[in-house]
Nanobody, 124 residues
């Protein structure tokens, strides 16, 4: 089992950058595929980005390609989401997720563990 704790959210202006971090407990972090999802008020949780166990390849939803970068440091048991050129429509609670299978999924059903979320608010 793994516990996930996100950090790094906040209130920023459009065009700014933020880096989210997700720290994982346990000694088998490198065996999990990791992902970031987000959920805006009144909307379903949506896939943002995923990363394989080794760090390559990575996957992104079209709306964040070229602006967001997912990465991981297996030695630190941490996955990151670098978010640049933020837009008001990026406002959401961002969740980190881990997949026991080690495979990437673009839907919530593929992930076994979730963090508590961190709020990102982008003002116009």
């Amino acid at each position: 089992q793994v516990q996930l704790v996100e950090s790094g959210g906040g209130l920023v202006q459009a065009g700014d950058s933020l880096r989210l971090s997700c720290a994982a407990s346990g000694r088998t972090f490198s065996s999990y595929a990791m992902a970031w999802f987000r959920q805006a008020p009144g909307k379903e949780r949506e896939f943002v980005a995923a990363i394989s166990r080794s760090g390559i390849p990575t996957y992104y939803v079209d709306s964040v390609k070229g602006r967001f970068t997912i990465s991981r440091d297996n030695a630190k048991n941490t996955v990151y989401l670098q978010m640049n050129s933020l837009k008001p429509e990026d406002t959401a609670v961002y969740y980190c997720a881990a997949a026991d299978s080690g495979n990437y999924y673009a839907n919530t059903r593929g992930y076994d563990y979730w963090g508590q979320g961190t709020q990102v608010t982008v003002s116009s």
